[in-house]
């Protein structure tokens, strides 16, 4: 389970935005949502902000990590820049202050978990269905 754990924050990415205290892993049941969302899709350069619009349901992954379906090809999965303690644990998804019509870099995120905390969210990296003609 550990050696996931590092796999995990391996491939989403190090440096500035690599999370300052340790998340609480994931738990299998949220590791089905992920498997299920990701499954066939293969991961594009990140974006900065994606459309608020656009978003048809949000998943908490984990303390660091969500997870933003906007279609049966497309979902944006998003690594916040620090774990936020309890985040998994809680039924509500966090509050994020949208900048306009889009969620982007750096936009807060609240959350009701452990009595309430606030973190960043980071860069929006999608992963599309590839299509072949």
């Excluded at 994020?96 to 009701?112: F, K, L, N, Q, V």
Aim: glycine content about 8%; charged content about 20%; overall charge neutral.
């Amino acid at each position: 389970m550990i050696s996931a754990i590092a796999a995990l924050l391996f491939l989403w990415g190090s440096g500035a935005d690599e999370p300052t205290s340790a998340a609480a892993p994931i738990s299998e049941e949220r590791q089905r949502i992920l498997d299920r969302e990701l499954a066939g899709k293969a991961p594009q350069a990140a974006e900065r902000c994606i459309s608020t619009r656009t978003v048809h349901r949000m998943h908490v992954i984990s303390d660091d990590m969500l997870l933003f379906r906007v279609s049966g090809s497309l979902v944006y999965v998003n690594r916040l820049r620090q774990p936020c303690p309890g985040l998994a644990r809680t039924a509500y998804a966090p509050r994020i202050a949208a900048s306009g019509s889009r969620y982007c870099s750096g936009d807060i995120a609240e959350t009701e978990a452990d009595g309430g905390s606030s973190c960043q969210i980071g860069d929006f990296t999608p992963y599309r269905t590839s299509t072949t003609d």
